[in-house]
């Protein structure tokens, strides 16, 4: 069995072409995605344990997920319809406010 050099151009593009279209190269990206989901986990135990006793990380959660999200719009080379919604519904508790 032989590897061609289209399987491997196929396979080369299966892993750039996300990076690529949000203007980053694949360790760029790599590191990104995996501190992000590393956050995404310590926050998720944080939760989990403050579910459990109330008193303990009151906001790391809440905190971490508005961190996150800040730092991932700040990254979108274009506001995407579904981070827009977002902001609409922020607008839409101000008014209630």
């Not at 926050?43 to 344990?49: E, K």
């Amino acid at each position: 069995m032989s590897i061609h050099v289209k399987d491997i151009n196929v396979m080369r593009n299966i892993f750039t072409q996300h990076p690529n279209s949000i203007n980053e190269g694949y360790f760029q990206h790599m590191k990104f995605a995996g501190l992000f989901g590393f956050h995404m986990v310590i926050g998720g135990f944080a939760c989990l344990i403050h579910a459990i006793f109330p008193f303990l990380f009151e906001k790391t959660g809440s905190n971490l997920l508005l961190k996150q999200t800040q730092e991932f719009i700040e990254r979108m080379p274009v506001v995407e319809e579904r981070v827009q919604l977002i902001s609409c519904l922020i607008d839409k508790k101000n008014q209630r406010l």
